[in-house]
């Protein structure tokens, strides 16, 4: 019986992770803006909420214009930080960054 729940769970783990792994990686990909991908936004985390999802969206409309501006590539330093990230990055308390509306960029061509 024992053995048996440990390969039911096993199996179960490894659905669970298989199935969150495909999802992150085709999602982390996405192009968000002609020039920027989701995965520039998220850094290293693997998945946000509507909302904070669609201030993302909006801010890499934002970092066009700014790109255009600037006439240069930019390499995205930091953007979207969870709460846990910002406070030991020693961010803000009220961060932009928490909600997916800042980012940290450098021009490519400085």
């Given at each position: 019986?024992?053995?048996?729940?440990?390969?039911?769970?096993?199996i179960f783990?490894?659905?669970?992770?298989?199935?969150?792994?495909?999802?992150?990686?085709?999602?982390?990909?996405?192009?968000?803006?002609?020039?920027?991908?989701?995965?520039?936004?998220?850094?290293?985390?693997?998945?946000?909420?509507?909302e904070?999802?669609?201030?993302?969206?909006?801010?890499?409309?934002?970092?066009?214009?700014?790109?255009?501006?600037?006439?240069?590539?930019?390499?995205?330093v930091?953007?979207?930080?969870?709460?846990?990230?910002?406070f030991?990055?020693g961010?803000?308390?009220?961060?932009?960054?928490?909600?997916?509306l800042?980012?940290?960029?450098?021009?490519?061509?400085?």
């Open positions: 019986m024992r053995d048996s729940i440990f390969k039911i769970l096993t783990s490894l659905l669970i992770f298989t199935s969150c792994s495909f999802f992150q990686s085709r999602e982390r990909v996405e192009q968000i803006s002609p020039n920027f991908t989701l995965s520039e936004a998220l850094g290293e985390n693997d998945s946000v909420n509507n904070i999802y669609e201030n993302i969206l909006y801010s890499a409309k934002r970092m066009e214009d700014v790109r255009s501006y600037l006439e240069s590539p930019i390499i995205v930091s953007w979207y930080r969870t709460r846990f990230q910002n030991w990055g961010g803000a308390r009220k961060s932009a960054h928490k909600k997916g800042a980012v940290d960029f450098r021009a490519a061509n400085t």
